[in-house]
């Protein structure tokens, strides 16, 4: 295949790629790092001008297909290489103290963001000056920048971390009562006035399971795995973590639209 075939074959995938991308030209030119004139020059019908190794590395990685189905070297978009490229392990805190958390926040503003916890979603927990952390030493903090404005935000997880925090046992054995009750009361403040923006289910832990993650919009998937993150940006494996939250949420046994009324009951039962 000489150049200009292969130029020919590329502006043709790039423009399906344009066509398909979820969030629009705009947030696609600025995850890639391409402006509007280099795009203009690529889909140009005149012009045999191709992107740079990184550029096309790139926009694979952004719209989640290989770099050889770009080249028309392939047919299937999602080739070997775009599945090596896929899933990637994030540090929760970089080197320099920052987080991956905002840009993947950012990236995902105006979807849907789907949240298991490990413990306590930030979002509904405090930590009053001098007692440690009430999620019982989590360290996830993927909600805390998250503006109920910008971003419609459902959360599952197991009635029984709730349980554990009114009884004060399993992670928070030994805590102190009055601690577990503020968290309990601010709990279900929260959940009774961001509904129904943010909606809180609860499913029973002794029938269902889940590891915890956060569907991104369209753009990604974070697995917790302690101080890190296995990131997920495959379209398929995104759609396919999307539908497992929508089984927990279809598992529920406390709805997110009465879970402030059981929040205050278990604080009302903190002794």
């Given at each position: 295949m000489d150049r200009r075939d292969l130029s020919?074959?590329?502006?043709?995938r790039l423009a399906q790629v344009l066509a398909?991308?979820?969030t629009g030209k705009g947030r696609f030119l600025k995850d890639v790092g391409m402006d509007r004139s280099a795009l203009s020059q690529f889909l140009n019908p005149e012009s045999d001008r191709l992107p740079r190794a990184e550029t096309l590395r790139q926009i694979a990685r952004v719209s989640g297909v290989s770099v050889d189905w770009l080249l028309c070297l392939e047919n299937a978009p999602e080739g070997r290489q775009e599945v090596a490229e896929s899933v990637q392990i994030e540090k929760a805190v970089q080197a320099d103290g920052s987080t991956p958390l905002d840009q993947w926040r950012s990236a995902a503003s105006g979807f849907k963001l789907r949240y298991v916890p490990s413990t306590l979603p930030d979002i509904v927990s405090f930590s009053p000056d001098n007692v440690?952390?009430?999620r019982g030493g989590g360290v996830e903090n993927v909600l805390g920048q998250v503006s109920l404005d910008d971003m419609d935000v459902?959360?599952?997880?197991?009635?029984?971390?709730?349980?554990?925090?009114?009884?004060?046992?399993?992670l928070w054995r030994g805590a102190d009562p009055e601690q577990c009750r503020e968290q309990l009361t601010y709990m279900a403040g929260v959940c009774r006035k961001n509904y129904p923006a943010l909606r809180l289910h609860l499913y029973d832990g002794t029938q269902t399971f889940s590891a915890p993650f956060t569907v991104f919009g369209k753009q990604r998937v974070a697995l917790y795995i302690g101080d890190a993150y296995l990131v997920i940006s495959s379209p398929d494996q995104i759609r396919g973590f999307a539908k497992q939250?929508?089984?927990l949420v279809r598992r529920a046994i406390i709805g997110a639209d009465v879970v402030h009324e059981m929040l205050e009951e278990l604080a009302a039962q903190v002794r």
């Amino acid at each position: 295949m000489d150049r200009r075939d292969l130029s020919a074959g590329f502006k043709e995938r790039l423009a399906q790629v344009l066509a398909s991308h979820p969030t629009g030209k705009g947030r696609f030119l600025k995850d890639v790092g391409m402006d509007r004139s280099a795009l203009s020059q690529f889909l140009n019908p005149e012009s045999d001008r191709l992107p740079r190794a990184e550029t096309l590395r790139q926009i694979a990685r952004v719209s989640g297909v290989s770099v050889d189905w770009l080249l028309c070297l392939e047919n299937a978009p999602e080739g070997r290489q775009e599945v090596a490229e896929s899933v990637q392990i994030e540090k929760a805190v970089q080197a320099d103290g920052s987080t991956p958390l905002d840009q993947w926040r950012s990236a995902a503003s105006g979807f849907k963001l789907r949240y298991v916890p490990s413990t306590l979603p930030d979002i509904v927990s405090f930590s009053p000056d001098n007692v440690p952390d009430a999620r019982g030493g989590g360290v996830e903090n993927v909600l805390g920048q998250v503006s109920l404005d910008d971003m419609d935000v459902e959360i599952a997880m197991p009635v029984q971390t709730l349980q554990d925090l009114s009884a004060r046992s399993g992670l928070w054995r030994g805590a102190d009562p009055e601690q577990c009750r503020e968290q309990l009361t601010y709990m279900a403040g929260v959940c009774r006035k961001n509904y129904p923006a943010l909606r809180l289910h609860l499913y029973d832990g002794t029938q269902t399971f889940s590891a915890p993650f956060t569907v991104f919009g369209k753009q990604r998937v974070a697995l917790y795995i302690g101080d890190a993150y296995l990131v997920i940006s495959s379209p398929d494996q995104i759609r396919g973590f999307a539908k497992q939250f929508d089984r927990l949420v279809r598992r529920a046994i406390i709805g997110a639209d009465v879970v402030h009324e059981m929040l205050e009951e278990l604080a009302a039962q903190v002794r």
